[in-house]
Nanobody, 122 residues
Framework: QVQLVESGGGLVQAGGSLRLSCVVS????????MGWYRQPPGKQRDMVAV???????RYVDSVKARFTITRDNAKNTLYLQMNSLKPEDTAVYYC????????????????WGQGTQVTVSS
């Protein structure tokens, strides 16, 4: 079993910053791509940023130059630094990770965290 636990969400004024963290733990053999997604109220969940095991990154256009995704492979931790936050960034933020487990045949699954609320006031 693999668990992802996010932290760092909260209420912030427009223009402020937050740093989200996501710790991956459990029966891990290898972690591949990791990512942050968000789901605004009443809308679908969409990709915010992804990072490969080698450190290559990709962002949705609306957060480029404001958000930075990083990972610490030694700590199995994913981060999202969010600067210049806007009210439209308000959403539940979820992390995910593609993990090869230590089970026989080394299966790979995509796991999700439980989400952390980010609210940006105007």
């Amino acid at each position: 079993q693999v668990q992802l636990v996010e932290s760092g969400g909260g209420l912030v004024q427009a223009g402020g910053s937050l740093r989200l963290s996501c710790v991956v733990s459990g029966n891990i053999f290898r972690i591949h791509d990791m990512g942050w997604y968000r789901q605004p109220p009443g809308k679908q969940r969409d990709m915010v940023a992804v990072i490969t095991s080698g450190g290559n990154t990709r962002y949705v256009d609306s957060v480029k130059a404001r958000f930075t995704i990083t990972r610490d492979n030694a700590k199995n931790t994913l981060y999202l630094q969010m600067n210049s936050l806007k009210p439209e960034d308000t959403a539940v933020y979820y992390c995910n990770a593609d993990v090869t487990t230590r089970q026989a045949l080394r299966p790979t699954y995509r796991y999700w965290g439980q989400g952390t609320q980010v609210t940006v006031s105007s």
